[in-house]
């Protein structure tokens, strides 16, 4: 499969669930990024990785845990969220975090609804 | 810091009319511009680009100059269909690498 593939497409947990979202992606990228979909806000970047390695954690509550084990792999582990943290996941790959001249290629994201 | 804003939304348009969606920059360096497309119920898909001025970045019918002199970057289709209803969202790779995104419109065409 090509592309960026994030599972599950939803997701609905309690405030007290523990639960992990998982990105995959086939297309030789070494940079791997998660940003956070709200209504009637701009896209957050929340996390990135380059090469297996976190560069950015843009103040970030602890209760998201991003995790990328390899190049191709990347997970949010979530616990103890609020409600204000429904929204759309989304999980995007780049040839790698210096390439300043190639874009993103996103997957289709993982709605989540925190009750 | 860098940053990208684009026109407010939303822009309903009839079938076969042209399409101008702005975008304006702020930017210390040279960035590299682009433009996305949402789907409903989808992720950000790149439609186009241009890493340096007077560069076209074309796709789909769909057209964009850097203008390094009015800091812009605007959108444009000849004529629009149906299908391209959907959200599109400017952004710059700035000098910390980082990708930053407009507000997004929402385009709505109409047959």
């Known amino acids: 499969e090509t592309g960026v593939t994030q599972t599950p497409r939803h997701l609905v947990m309690g405030m007290t669930n523990k639960k992990s979202l998982k990105c995959e992606q086939h297309l030789g990228h070494n940079a791997m990024y998660w940003y956070k979909q709200s209504a009637k806000k701009p896209l957050e970047l929340m996390f990135v990785y380059n090469f297996k390695e976190q560069t950015e954690n843009n103040s970030v509550p602890s209760r998201f845990s991003p995790e990328c084990p390899n190049s191709s792999h990347l997970f949010l582990h979530l616990h103890t969220l609020q409600p204000e943290d429904s929204a759309l996941y989304l999980c995007a790959s780049s040839q790698d975090w210096g390439a300043r001249g190639y874009g993103y290629t996103f997957g289709s994201g993982t709605r989540l609804t925190v009750v | 810091g860098d940053s990208v804003t684009q026109m407010e939304g939303p822009v309903t348009l009839s079938e076969e009319a042209f399409l101008t969606i702005n975008c304006t920059y702020t930017a210390t360096g040279y960035p590299s511009l682009f433009w996305y497309v949402q789907y409903p119920g989808e992720g950000l898909q790149l439609l186009l680009k241009?890493?340096?001025?007077?560069d076209k970045g074309s796709n789909k019918g769909f057209e964009a100059t850097y203008r390094k002199e009015t800091t812009s970057f605007h959108l444009e289709k000849g004529s629009v269909q149906v299908s391209d209803s959907a959200v599109y969202f400017c952004a710059l790779r700035d000098n910390n690498n980082d990708m930053r995104f407009g507000a997004g419109t929402r385009l709505t065409v109409k047959p």
């Open positions: 241009a890493t340096k001025a007077d």
